[in-house]
Nanobody, 117 residues
Framework: QVQVVESGGGLVQPGGSLRLSCATS????????MRWYRQAPGKERELVAT???????VYADSVKGRATISRHNALNTVYLQMNSLKPEDTAVYYC???????????WGQGTQVTVSS
């Protein structure tokens, strides 16, 4: 079983920066992939960023150049650094741990990010 806990959300001004954290109860190196999703009210869930066990990263077009996903293996933690934040970045951000194909997918409760003046 893997526990996932997000933190770091809050209210920021447009153009500001925020770093979200995703702490797990299991070594990041034993998880196939960690992903950040977001969902705004009335919109579909969007995959924001992925980091694989091998360290490869993938970003959604909507955040390319503004977001960086990284990890601290010893702390079992994945981060999402977001810069130049826009009002359209406002959403609940979720972290998932993907153990497929040998396991399941585990989700955190989410953390709210609000970008507003």
């Amino acid at each position: 079983q893997v526990q996932v806990v997000e933190s770091g959300g809050g209210l920021v001004q447009p153009g500001g920066s925020l770093r979200l954290s995703c702490a797990t109860s299991r070594s990041i190196l034993s998880i196939n992939a960690m992903r950040w999703y977001r969902q705004a009210p009335g919109k579909e869930r969007e995959l924001v960023a992925t980091i694989t066990r091998g360290g490869s990263t993938v970003y959604a077009d909507s955040v390319k150049g503004r977001a960086t996903i990284s990890r601290h293996n010893a702390l079992n933690t994945v981060y999402l650094q977001m810069n130049s934040l826009k009002p359209e970045d406002t959403a609940v951000y979720y972290c998932s741990a993907d153990l497929l194909p040998t396991g399941g997918v585990y989700w955190g409760q989410g953390t709210q990010v609000t970008v507003s003046s």
